[in-house]
């Protein structure tokens, strides 16, 4: 029942986008935490993917639980179908693959703040998800190497 919810808060927010004023020009296709935002994504706090699919079964109705449940939607095509395994009680990325990095990092230059969701791959895979503060507003998603 949960994945039911946590599916129409997707295709909701993906329906209905975010108001063009609310995310800043800063943001682009290749909008680096590092580069843009002066941000160490080993800085963001780090989780396995079974602790992130964890916090978002603990806590499904949390715009922190959509916000990481989204970012593993959106990046299972790209790269995490490629790093998964099969495990208890699915599927699951290894710790060796990859980590989840998250937090909230704030632009030095337009002063606005993001949450963000950052998968560290092992290889040049990495993406960073910018979402609308405080919410499971998407405002970007990048490639970030």
């Not at 693959?97 to 092992?122: F, K, L, M, Q, S």
Request: charged share 20%.
């Amino acid at each position: 029942m949960t994945r039911i919810f946590i599916l129409m808060g997707i295709v909701f927010g993906l329906t209905h986008p975010v108001p063009a004023l609310a995310c800043g020009p800063e943001l682009n296709l290749d909008t680096s935490l590092y580069y843009d935002f002066g941000v160490d994504p080993n800085a963001l706090a780090g989780f396995s993917d079974r602790e992130l699919l964890e916090r978002v079964t603990l806590l499904p109705n949390r715009p922190a639980s959509h916000r990481m449940a989204l970012s593993r939607v959106l990046l299972w095509e790209p790269i995490l179908q490629y790093r998964a395994v099969a495990g208890e009680p699915g599927v699951e990325i290894p710790a060796e693959a990859g980590e989840w990095r998250v937090g909230r990092v704030t632009h030095p230059e337009t002063g606005r703040t993001y949450d963000v969701v950052h998968w560290a791959d092992i290889d040049d895979s990495s993406y960073t998800l910018y979402f609308l503060k405080g919410t499971d507003w998407l405002c970007q998603l990048a490639f970030d190497n």
